[in-house]
């Protein structure tokens, strides 16, 4: 899994008092310690997935709560910083790509990793603008829609609202998207 996100999403309910889930998912995937077993086991016997088999694009270290830093240390994750993505989108992409093992790709993307100023689709209203832009995320995603190993992608907080602003910015996520999907043929 190419996970394209500003956060880890490594939090447990034991770790952080915030009740987001969406903060826990891969925590859950990897079944740390503190998960709840109904999540852990949803799919079957756990863990979903290894550590080796997610490769994290976008992160921003400084929002990570302190126990995230920890899990990611000490499983010895492959993590690439948003500053690193914003500038090399493609080169940061094939080399987060190289270290996944054979086998089904899926790609996530959590529109939280874009700068918010460029692109305000995100559920985070801070006005951040850091991360990558839409154009250097297009970038990213292009080289993972033309691997061969690709079979879904899936795109999580995007909130249509926040762009009220911005009203292009809808447009031009979709264009974005539509240019990755295209991509995918092969």
């Excluded at 899926?106 to 850091?130: K, Q, S």
């Excluded at 999580?156 to 240019?179: H, K, M, Q, W, Y």
């Amino acid at each position: 899994m190419l996970y394209v996100d500003r956060h880890y999403d490594l939090n447990t309910p034991e770790s952080t008092t915030d009740g987001a889930l969406d903060w826990m998912g891969l925590a859950h995937a990897l079944a740390l310690p503190g998960c709840l077993d109904i999540l852990t086991g949803a799919f079957g016997p756990g863990p979903l997935l290894q550590p080796h088999q997610v490769a994290w694009l976008g992160i921003e270290p400084q929002t990570a709560t302190q126990w995230e830093r920890e899990q990611a240390d000490r499983l010895g994750l492959h993590v690439t910083t948003n500053q690193a993505l914003a500038a090399d989108p493609a080169g940061t992409a094939l080399a987060a790509l190289s270290h996944l093992p054979p086998g089904p790709l899926a790609v996530h993307v959590d529109v939280d990793v874009l700068d918010f100023i460029d692109a305000p689709l995100a559920e985070n209203t801070d006005g951040r603008n850091t991360g990558p832009t839409l154009d250097q995320i297009t970038q990213a995603l292009i080289p993972a829609a033309r691997d061969q190993r690709m079979r879904t992608l899936s795109i999580g907080e995007l909130n249509p609202t926040r762009c009220a602003g911005d009203p292009e910015a809808l447009a031009r996520f979709v264009s974005s998207i539509t240019r990755v999907l295209a991509a995918t043929i092969h």
